[in-house]
């Protein structure tokens, strides 16, 4: 048996003790196999390491290679006869093969690159040289990408199909302020708002440019002291943007983006609405940016998996009205997107079922399947 960080999971691996939460509940219990999602479970409960059984202890062997996950091969399914669903699966190019390679998406990742780079040279600039933070120079190339996306939906179009991005600081929090920017507009918050929940995601993990480079790439076991470092990042960047006298929800989002509402976040397990609202709904997007991007121990997880964890460990976590309008809102984002079912089928999200987003109808040809009557099956990936 040995404790590891979460950074180091992979699927395959086997608990060797019961991963418990803030409130000491089993999560998962001692014995369980690890997959993708489980690992993001893991993650979405602020578990910063869980101990695993050692190699040759009886459990799977862990691999030597901590990239990420392999795809899963698709089952093998018998050819259709005729008339069948499956004869009718969509035809290539996929809509995310037509997205990524139109003009708009290749001017769009441009545009982002771009801005990701001016972004990361004034975030050190502030913190190396104490330079001042001019907020509306800030807001420009975000509020541009905001605009040349044109709406919420095509902005999660241009996201999702960037998710090769394993950037823990930098491109994440761009990612973060433009998903702050699209769900404040879902729950109708003015243009001045909007913005400013834009600036509150740019800058919620400013802190961790206060941590050392090496703990925060650290590809290997990090120690308890490490451990401390990073937690600390919360209050790092509080500081930071306290002494540059910033917008006081901007502050608190810096500090509170780790507190959850039923209080069992860092760093000052804060509760309900004393945490700011603009920090709660940045603790949504934060969660939902990462766990749909790539990271070292997996690829990034399909937003309906994402939906599903959701719906099974967060909503006592997070404000109910953020969670509930930011999943319902993504969901329908993705309703006429091409999916591959678990079965290996090829269909088309077609409708959401409102007691379980992320159990939507799935057209197959002239089947349609309601995945809240079929709990064996999942969507596997969107295309």
């Known amino acids: 048996m040995r404790k590891i960080s979460i950074f180091e999971l992979t699927p395959g691996m086997v608990l060797a003790e019961d991963v418990m939460n803030f409130e000491h509940q089993t999560i998962l219990a001692k014995g369980t196999e690890l997959t993708d999602v489980l690992i ?55 809509y995310s093969e037509r997205i990524r390679n139109s003009r708009e998406f290749k001017e769009y990742k441009r545009d982002f690159d771009l801005a990701t780079d001016e972004f990361k040279f004034k975030l050190n600039d502030m913190v190396e040289n104490n330079s001042a933070i001019d907020t509306g120079e800030l807001l420009q190339e975000p509020l541009k990408l905001i605009e040349k996306s044109g709406s919420g939906s095509n902005t999660f179009d241009m996201i999702h199909n960037m998710r090769d991005y394993d950037d823990l600081t930098y491109a994440h929090s761009m990612n973060v302020a433009l998903l702050n920017y699209v769900a404040a507009s879902w729950l109708g918050w003015s243009r001045e708002d909007r913005e400013l929940a834009m600036l509150c995601g740019m800058l919620h993990d400013i802190g961790k440019l206060k941590i050392s480079h090496s703990i925060l790439t650290k590809p290997g076991k990090l120690d308890a002291i490490e451990y401390k470092h990073i937690q600390k990042h919360p209050i790092h960047g509080y500081k ?89 809102n ?27 987003l992320s159990r939507p109808v799935v057209q197959c040809g002239y089947d349609y399947v309601d995945l809240m009557k079929h709990p064996e099956l999942t969507i596997q990936s969107l295309l």
């Not at 609202?277 to 070292?296: I, N, P, Q």
């Not at 969901?331 to 007691?355: F, H, P």
């Open 40 to 94: 993001s479970r893991i993650e979405l409960n602020g578990i910063l390491s869980v101990f695993v059984e050692e190699p040759g202890s009886g459990s799977a062997e862990i691999p030597e290679d901590y990239g990420p996950a392999p795809q899963q091969p698709r089952r093998d399914v018998p050819p259709p006869p005729p008339g069948s669903s499956a004869e009718f699966a969509p035809s290539n190019p996929s």
């Open 330 to 356: 993504v969901g329908a984002t993705y309703v006429r997107n091409a999916c591959l079912l678990s079965d290996g089928r090829e269909g088309e999200i077609i409708m959401l079922n409102k007691e379980r």
């Open 240 to 328: 930071i943007l306290n002494e540059k006298g910033v917008n006081e929800h901007i502050q608190n989002t810096a500090l509170m983006h780790h507190e959850r509402y039923d209080g069992s976040g860092y760093p000052l397990q804060l509760s309900g609405e004393s945490i700011d609202r603009f920090a709660r709904l940045t603790a949504v997007t934060d969660v939902y940016e990462a766990m749909t991007a790539a990271r070292c121990y997996r690829g990034p997880l399909c937003p309906f998996r994402v939906i599903e964890i959701f719906e099974d460990e967060g909503f006592e976590k997070y404000d109910a009205e953020f969670i509930l309008t930011f999943l319902s």
